[in-house]
């Protein structure tokens, strides 16, 4: 029986040293962020339940096609879940990663805030990490923005970036990047003591850009024109709670989740599409019901698909009465003609505050973000990947089954080049 045991698991043995990956993902590399500076359920309860030795991260993450030939590297990059899922964005070539931290770290002796949106002291810097060479990832560039910046976006032409910061009378910095290096800030402000913006898009024309404005809970477009940046319309309210927004691939709607925490974490909440005027004439033009506090979303490379990220209530602590309402991706069909959309197809899973998603390059297969895991032993983060499968003319979601472990606090996921 020993022989037969030992021969049996040198047959199992033996391909397994070549496996290969059970998908296809095109994409050249994935890149995440990882914030360790908290668990989820520290949103709640304020209880950060930090690890000595585990840091924010960046991580690169590359593969050939087999299992044995993943390569995984990460870098110390200082970063924050506490913003809409905007902590990062990659330049127009691929070279370079910019990434935000709202919050900073507190001492790992601290292990309990009030909250962690005033307990953790506000961040100010803008990172620039080159990933010309995946590799070897390194910081070549920082910068100092307003304080309590949440989120940051390339602009598509010209590079530019859009920074939002939460500080007042500092809110809007738009910064040149060139040859490596920050170029000088322009300063926009709100010019609203009742307000704040929680997050900025610039428009594929790489002229105008739209902003979410709280508690107001409104969209406000801007242009820029020949005597500076100028507001394009007045504010358009749309209620609820909104969150991150981003603009259709062909720019004629703005789309944003409208996540309902006005009327509790339980609530469903849904994607709007906004119709984008050029002389201002802005309005509420689709809503689509999706899943609980649905933070995050993808449109596809051709801009005809949507997967959104439904977090349910699973950033709760285990204690807390709401707690178990499963995590769940839904898939849209999106009409650019006209901005409305169509419910394909709801799944649920396990993940954990999964905020971050994104499609690969050919808009068959999603990456998503699990916060961390609930497990007894030992915390972890992770990027899953799902399939979008065609039935008889209907796209519809498949879970592979299969995950990769990333240092806990996974929030961002973006992916970079072909193959």
Not at 123 to 150: M, R, W
Not at 205 to 229: H, K, S
Request: hydrophobic share 40%; with cysteine.
């Amino acid at each position: 029986m020993k022989n037969f045991l030992l021969g049996l698991l040198g047959l199992f043995c033996l391909p397994l040293a070549a496996q290969r990956l059970p998908f296809n993902f095109d994409a050249k590399a994935i890149i995440t962020l990882s914030d360790a500076d908290m668990v989820s359920s520290a949103y709640i309860d304020g209880h950060l339940k930090t690890e000595p030795g585990v840091t924010d991260a960046l991580t690169v993450i590359r593969w050939d096609s087999l299992v044995t030939q993943i390569d995984v590297q990460s870098l110390e990059v200082p970063n924050s879940v506490t913003n809409w899922v905007d902590g990062m964005d990659i330049s127009n070539d691929g070279k370079v990663a910019f990434v935000i931290d709202t919050k900073k770290s507190l001492p790992r002796s601290i292990q309990q805030v009030s909250n962690v949106s005033e307990g953790l002291p506000d961040g100010n810097i803008l990172y620039a990490i080159d990933i010309a060479n995946l590799s070897q990832p390194k910081l070549i560039a920082h910068i100092q923005v307003g304080n309590n910046p949440l989120s940051v976006d390339v602009n598509p032409k010209n590079g530019h970036l859009l920074v939002i910061n939460r500080e007042n009378n500092n809110e809007i910095n738009i910064i040149p990047w060139q040859n490596n290096q920050f170029g000088l800030i322009e300063i926009l402000a709100l010019n609203d003591p009742e307000n704040v913006i929680t997050h900025g898009n610039w428009h594929p024309n790489g002229q105008d850009f739209a902003v979410t404005i709280e508690p107001a809970m409104a969209v406000q477009f801007y242009r820029n024109t020949t005597d500076g940046i100028a507001t394009n319309g007045d504010r358009l309210s749309l209620g609820g709670y909104i969150g991150a927004g981003q603009f259709s691939k062909n720019g004629q709607y703005y789309l944003i989740p409208d996540l309902q925490w006005n009327e509790g974490y339980d609530k469903q909440g849904a994607l709007l599409s906004v119709k984008f005027s050029a002389v201002g004439q802005h309005q509420l033009v689709g809503r689509q019901a999706v899943g609980i506090s649905p933070e995050g979303f993808a449109l596809s490379p051709n801009g005809q698909l949507i997967a959104v990220s439904n977090m349910g209530t699973t950033f709760m602590p285990i204690d807390f009465p709401l707690f178990g309402q499963s995590a769940s991706i839904s898939l849209l069909q999106f009409d650019e003609t006209n901005g409305q959309f169509q419910l394909l197809d709801t799944q649920s899973w396990d993940g954990v505050l999964p905020e971050g998603i994104t499609f690969d390059e050919d808009g068959d297969m999603l990456a998503v973000t699990s916060f961390d895991y609930l497990d007894l032993t030992e915390r972890k983060a992770a990027v899953s990947f799902w399939e979008i499968k065609n039935d008889s003319g209907k796209n519809y979601l498949q879970n592979t089954g299969f995950k990769l472990s990333v240092t806990r606090g996974c929030h961002y996921v973006k992916v970079t080049g072909v193959k």
